[in-house]
């Protein structure tokens, strides 16, 4: 969970290395999901944890199975919790650049292809600030005010739906 | 005992780990009648309770032995569908524990769960039973309001609505009215009083009032043993046992 984002980066470059794949979407798409699972699958984890047992307990009194259980009552028990995991781990994969700067490649246009390279947000931010061109350089601000923007427009979301599924939460 | 019992308990055995919490209990819960067990805290009595629906299954570390019959079949039994087993039994906590849901979803839920979609059947039961609960008054405006917003009283009468639901044979209660105000308790009492024409109900109590006022047959459990078991006038009034006796004057509590 605390390993650094490089790191996958490289673990993916090297296992992409191996089977002869260039920087590309789906490489950045595999390397920024292993990424974000571990902390997505730990926060989602503690919070169904939380769970008073005694609902649970009137669940499977009630004749359900622990599916049915856990699909109907936890789920819904953890539901802002688990909201708050996913946004969370989007926020951080969308954000990361580091394991994307081997695994996606760099371009300016449009992947056409799942095999093709793609441009992050972050990595846009990262390659165009290093240039000498004013012109790239403001691309590069108007990329980091897009990307703070749908961070902030996702988390007023998440808060919404949060708040949506919070009012049927058992304390 | 006039009439066949409901749930014969033989032998029963259960150990949590290396601690014995019940030593083998054997004993006949009378059908279509209330059955308080009492004794002090820690002598088993939720155990054994739980033990009917088998509900103990989800602790760690425990162990079983003996059997326990419930219409003469034996629900310890590893190849018993357990489903099946807790459909007929409705089950009231010691802390009401509304399911995360509306006020209607928490009644519906157990038919839901066993295959009922249709939604004018369900309105049907979900007012049937909260009216059975002596609930429909005060809910009927606010069925889909979280069930959480309710008051502990009403929470523990939605439970029992919500078990009723599923149309259990049995209603297992968990000292039920500890957690309720005296007003709240008074009204789960009455609705045991006349439920017990329709249903056989089992509650555990440390309260002996409780007791006098409920029981039709009462079961004493003293650090996992059975101590006595019998009709409600002879156990609390005349006990054989010179524990329970001790233990309604209040000297081992």
Known sequence: MGNSSIVYGAFGFAIMLSLGLRASLLGGIIVVALLILPIMSRAM??????????????????????????????????????????????????????????????????????????????????????????????????????????????????????????????? | ????????????????????????????????????????SGCGKTTLLKSFNRLIDSANDITVSGEVLVDGENILDPKIEITHIRKKMGLLSQKPSPLPMSIYDNVAYGRRIHGLGNKKELDTIVEHYLKEASLWDEVKDRLHAPASQLSVGQQQRLCLARGLAVEPEIILGDEPTSALDPKSSQHIEKRFLELKKQYSIVIVSHILRQAKRLADYVIFLYLGELIEHGPAGEVLDNPRQEMTREYIKGIIS
């Open chain 1, 45 to 171: 984890d503690e919070v169904m944890r939380m769970t008073p047992p005694e609902i649970l307990d009137a669940s499977y009194a009630l004749g359900a199975t622990r599916l049915e259980t856990a699909m109907k009552v936890m789920v819904r028990q953890s539901l802002p919790g688990i909201v708050t995991a996913v946004i969370i781990a989007f926020g951080r994969g969308i954000g990361d650049a580091a394991s994307v700067l081997f695994t996606a490649g760099f371009t300016d246009s449009l992947p056409s292809s799942l095999l093709r390279p793609v441009a992050t947000l972050p990595l846009a931010i990262f390659f165009q600030l290093g240039t000498p061109f004013a012109q790239v350089r403001a691309r590069a601000y108007a990329a980091a005010l897009l990307l703070t923007l749908i961070i902030l427009i996702i988390s007023i979301f998440s808060r919404i739906v949060a708040r949506k599924y919070t009012r049927h939460i058992v304390k």
């Open chain 2, 1 to 40: 005992m006039d009439t066949k019992p409901l749930i014969s308990v033989r032998n029963l055995n259960v150990f949590y780990a290396n601690t014995q919490a019940l030593k083998n209990i054997s004993v006949d819960i009378p059908d279509k009648k209330i059955t308080v067990i009492i004794g002090p």
